[in-house]
């Protein structure tokens, strides 16, 4: 049996520039990663197979309509072999929630079967199958911090590695937000551009989240979930990720993070969380 992690991807910023003709939005993003996340393994089988277990995976289909069996038949497909799988997913990060989800569970996908299928390096281009299968799939195939453009999807290596072993807090008040009514939420103003160089964290505090505002009216509570992490001590970068609803903190100290957590549990003891570091 093969394993791997679907890390959490977080958004430290998230410029969205304009709507482009294909009816995407042009973004520049900072992506980091969490050491925690899904579950993912598989193992030799005849067909190709996925069960669905964990806390966040009731209701989820485990039909070919699931990115993780899509992203495994692209890579039979590419790589010209017919091998079965049996995947295991392990759903432990809640759904629609900004933080790479369905997309970080195909890339780990991509990765655990290129492993158990011993594939050459050149039998599947991985990243031009992470590409066609969604924007964020090709960062979280990497799932390491770097720049994002284009529709997310065009990387920049960032040589930073100042953020390594951050302590961060990630809560969700335990309301979906769907990217698409989120998007359509936003108000259309270019705010301007993120800041380039290697500097992540000076980059990321500069920046902001400009679907924020719109998850915000959809869903008022994120304030209160980006204020109560805000509010906490030894905060350096409060907000919220992705399309929401997930917000999270980074923080000076372990220390300083567990006591957040140990706060937020007791003040909103219906939300999610996770404590865990960055990549």
Not at 70 to 82: K, P, T
Not at 218 to 247: K, Q
Request: glycine residues 10%; contains cysteine; hydrophobic residues 50%.
């Amino acid at each position: 049996m093969i394993d791997d992690v679907g890390y959490a991807k977080l958004n430290l910023a998230l410029h969205v520039r304009r709507r482009r003709p294909d009816g995407y939005h042009d973004l520049e993003t900072l992506f980091a990663f969490c050491e925690a996340g899904d579950g993912l393994s598989a193992e030799p089988a005849d067909t190709l197979g996925l069960t669905i277990e964990g806390p966040f995976g009731a209701g989820l289909s485990a039909g070919p309509d699931n990115l993780v069996l899509r992203a495994a038949a692209a890579l039979r497909a590419a790589a010209g072999i017919d091998a079965g799988a049996a995947i295991r997913l392990d759903k432990r990060l809640p759904v629609a929630a900004g933080i790479g989800g369905g997309s970080a569970d195909a890339a780990a996908a991509l990765r655990v079967l290129a492993r158990l299928w011993t594939l050459a390096p050149d039998a599947a281009d991985l990243r031009a199958l992470a590409a066609g299968l969604g924007a964020d799939v090709p960062a979280c195939l990497e799932s390491r911090s770097c720049r994002g453009e284009a529709r997310g999807d065009a990387l920049v290596p960032v040589a930073d590695e100042a953020l390594r072993g951050t302590p961060v807090l990630l809560v969700n008040p335990r309301v979906p937000t769907l990217t698409g009514p989120v998007f359509r939420a936003w108000d259309g103003v270019d705010r301007g551009p993120l800041a380039t160089g290697d500097a992540l964290l000076a980059i990321a505090r500069a920046g902001r989240n400009d679907l924020e505002a719109p998850a915000i009216r959809l869903e008022p509570v994120i304030a209160t979930a980006v204020a109560a992490l805000a509010a906490c001590a030894g905060v350096v970068l409060a907000r919220m990720s992705g399309s929401g609803a997930t917000c999270f903190a980074l923080f000076e100290s372990s220390a300083a993070r567990d006591a957040a957590a140990a706060t937020i549990a007791a003040d909103h003891p219906g939300w999610w969380q996770l404590a865990t570091r960055l990549r």
